[in-house]
């Protein structure tokens, strides 16, 4: 498994120039470069262009975008797409994220789109799948995370597999403060592993990276981190923060060793 990746989800939040010093607030606090994690942030598409001149030109810091539209171009008004994305300096993007889901109503159908989209520009696919609270309480977190593995990844193949990092993020978890335990995590995490295996290869899992998000906060990223089924973490509201989101990327730093 390579290095855990931690996320920095801003969702709606920083104008681009509180983005600016945001990112110098958050530089302050690492003299030197992360080694033994990757460390990425998530500005809104308005804040990309700000975020990366204040990170520098070849900064061990990386950056995603939120969304993309899976058309490369066209009559899309108010998309943006994978080559604009890139063209800011992504290598990443967040792909079904629940807001998305819920909010915007996208399907599965829409998000396969995105991932290919993603895969076909060159940025690394974050994809989001998680149940909502009725569903875990009914028992179908498995089957509702199958399913969103299945619409999302199906016509993606093994060596695209690579590139991509699955974020479990359980709807009831997501900004209440009542994250997942280690243990509820690792047995939806050993279940997406399994889906993997079966559908692709032993050698596709060990490739794939599963990171959590729900309510992560510097408390509890050692705890999450400490097991081999979690990779890394997407987070968001200790994300808008310099001083919480740096003191995760430091928890993360020398949990890995
Ligand atoms: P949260 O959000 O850390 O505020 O719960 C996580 C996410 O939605 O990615």
């Not at 889901?101 to 995105?114: C, H, N, S, V, Y």
């Not at 209440?176 to 032993?202: C, K, L, P």
Request: charged fraction near 15%; proline fraction near 4%; aromatic fraction near 6%.
């Amino acid at each position: 498994m390579g290095k855990p990746l931690i996320v920095g989800n801003w969702k709606m939040h920083k104008t681009a120039s509180e983005a600016a010093t945001f990112v110098q607030a958050l530089q302050q606090r690492f003299p030197a470069a992360l080694t033994r994690i990757e460390l990425v942030l998530a500005p809104p598409f308005t804040a990309l262009e700000s975020v990366r001149t204040a990170l520098g030109p070849s900064s061990w810091i990386g950056l995603a975008a939120q969304n993309l539209h899976w058309e490369s171009q066209g009559a899309f008004t108010g998309e943006i797409s994978g080559p604009m994305l890139r063209d800011l300096g992504c290598r990443h993007v967040i792909i079904g994220h629940s807001e998305r889901r819920t909010l915007f109503g996208e399907r599965d159908r829409d998000i396969q789109k995105k991932v290919r989209a993603a895969l076909t520009h060159g940025l690394r696919p974050i994809l989001c799948v998680g149940e909502s609270l009725s569903e875990r309480e009914g028992g179908q977190t498995g089957s509702v995370v199958t399913a969103q593995l299945h619409g999302a990844l199906r016509h993606v193949t093994a060596e695209e597999l690579a590139t991509i990092t699955i974020a479990y993020e359980p709807v009831w978890a997501i900004g209440t403060g009542r994250a997942a335990t280690t243990e509820q995590a690792v047995e939806v995490h050993q279940s997406i592993r399994t889906y993997i295996v079966t559908n692709w290869t032993q050698a596709a899992v060990s490739t794939v990276r599963v990171i959590y998000g729900g309510s992560v906060t510097p408390q509890n990223i050692a705890s999450l981190l400490a097991s081999d089924a979690i990779d890394g973490a997407l987070v968001g509201g200790a994300c808008l923060d310099p001083e919480s989101f740096a003191t995760i990327a430091h928890v993360a730093e020398s949990s890995h060793t």
